[in-house]
């Protein structure tokens, strides 16, 4: 891997045992329309993922639900063999059905034919880290996840797996999952409007575990509002790298995974990450979420 000259904003953080830079890339939108089937450029897809470890990121987040199977292996033919350096999350917790739908898949069996099904996609025999995603696609459900959480935690057992986290949880979910095995990682929605990890994430970060934020359709889109854009326009910025930045800015443990299917909006993406924002700004931005 050749890292890039200029450092990645937002300095580094720790996934388990590996210290990553906190500006990472999220594969979700390398497969096709609603993450079902290839990309229509299979060449792009992979001059992404090659350019995105060239400028220096080694936190790539995917899944074999995606596509279903497509960016683990776009990832594979890009990367593989892959650099010590670099760290490849993925998710199990969830199948796809052929209206494009994620139908849950929890049951031990499910728990063990998923986290089988990234190794051999991704050709690995180990998993950096796998988290478990709950909820649906309307966000995350109270209720226990002690089942598949702990068929997931005899796999790292069995040495399949080497980091565990939670996807799309509640905070009660992330304390019972903490207290069956320790957990690196939490990856919910979360963004400048949706606030509601606001507690969770403080509280995490007081012990040093990651929290890392997705989106609803790969970005923003819903996020409208007059003072992002007035920040923006001062900063002569895009929305998305000033919230990109207010993320960076929120907390020392928020690592982020911006996707993107463009070389061009990768290298956007990660220069409007480094925006240096105000307390003024801060202090406007705070505001759309409350």
């Given at each position: 891997?050749?890292?890039?000259?200029?450092?990645?904003?937002?300095?580094?953080?720790?996934?388990?045992?590996?210290?990553?830079?906190?500006?990472?890339?999220?594969?979700?939108?390398?497969?096709g329309?609603?993450?079902?089937?290839?990309?229509?450029?299979?060449?792009?897809?992979?001059?992404?993922?090659?350019?995105?470890?060239?400028?220096?990121?080694?936190?790539?987040?995917?899944?074999?639900?995606?596509?279903?199977?497509?960016t683990?292996?776009?990832?594979?033919?890009?990367?593989?063999?892959?650099?010590?350096?670099?760290?490849?999350?993925?998710?199990?917790?969830?199948?796809?059905?052929?209206?494009?739908?994620?139908?849950?898949?929890?049951?031990?069996?499910?728990?063990?034919?998923?986290?089988?099904?990234?190794?051999?996609?991704?050709?690995?025999?180990?998993?950096?880290?796998?988290n478990?995603?709950?909820?649906?696609?309307?966000?995350?459900?109270?209720?226990?996840?002690?089942?598949?959480?702990?068929?997931?935690?005899?796999?790292?057992?069995?040495?399949?797996?080497?980091?565990?986290?939670?996807s799309?949880?509640?905070?009660?979910?992330?304390?019972e999952?903490?207290?069956?095995?320790?957990?690196?990682?939490?990856?919910?929605?979360?963004?400048?409007?949706?606030?509601?990890?606001?507690?969770?994430?403080?509280?995490?970060?007081?012990?040093?575990?990651?929290?890392?934020?997705?989106?609803?359709?790969?970005?923003?889109?819903?996020?409208?509002?007059?003072?992002?854009?007035?920040?923006?326009?001062?900063?002569?910025?895009?929305?998305?790298?000033?919230?990109?930045?207010?993320?960076?800015?929120?907390?020392?443990?928020?690592?982020?995974?911006?996707?993107?299917?463009?070389?061009?909006?990768?290298?956007?993406?990660?220069?409007?990450?480094?925006?240096?924002?105000?307390?003024?700004?801060?202090?406007?931005?705070?505001?759309?979420?409350?």
């Amino acid at each position: 891997m050749t890292a890039t000259s200029t450092p990645l904003p937002g300095g580094t953080a720790t996934l388990g045992d590996l210290t990553v830079p906190r500006f990472g890339y999220g594969a979700m939108q390398l497969a096709g329309p609603w993450v079902m089937g290839p990309p229509a450029d299979h060449d792009g897809a992979l001059t992404v993922l090659r350019e995105a470890v060239e400028l220096g990121i080694t936190h790539i987040d995917t899944s074999a639900a995606y596509g279903p199977r497509i960016t683990n292996e776009l990832i594979r033919e890009a990367l593989h063999p892959y650099s010590d350096s670099l760290l490849v999350a993925t998710k199990v917790g969830a199948n796809r059905d052929a209206q494009g739908g994620w139908p849950a898949a929890r049951q031990p069996e499910d728990i063990r034919t998923q986290v089988h099904e990234n190794l051999e996609t991704l050709r690995l025999d180990v998993l950096d880290l796998v988290n478990l995603r709950l909820g649906d696609a309307q966000g995350p459900l109270a209720g226990s996840l002690a089942e598949p959480f702990e068929t997931l935690v005899e796999l790292q057992q069995q040495g399949l797996i080497r980091h565990v986290g939670v996807s799309n949880a509640t905070a009660e979910q992330v304390a019972e999952a903490r207290s069956i095995a320790p957990n690196v990682c939490v990856q919910n929605m979360y963004n400048l409007a949706f606030r509601g990890d606001d507690e969770l994430i403080d509280a995490l970060a007081v012990d040093g575990i990651a929290y890392v934020p997705f989106f609803p359709h790969g970005g923003f889109t819903p996020l409208q509002s007059s003072a992002l854009s007035a920040v923006a326009a001062r900063l002569d910025a895009s929305p998305m790298s000033v919230a990109l930045a207010w993320l960076l800015q929120r907390s020392p443990n928020v690592l982020l995974i911006p996707g993107t299917s463009s070389v061009r909006h990768l290298r956007e993406n990660i220069a409007g990450a480094g925006l240096a924002l105000s307390p003024a700004d801060i202090v406007e931005l705070d505001q759309i979420g409350r």
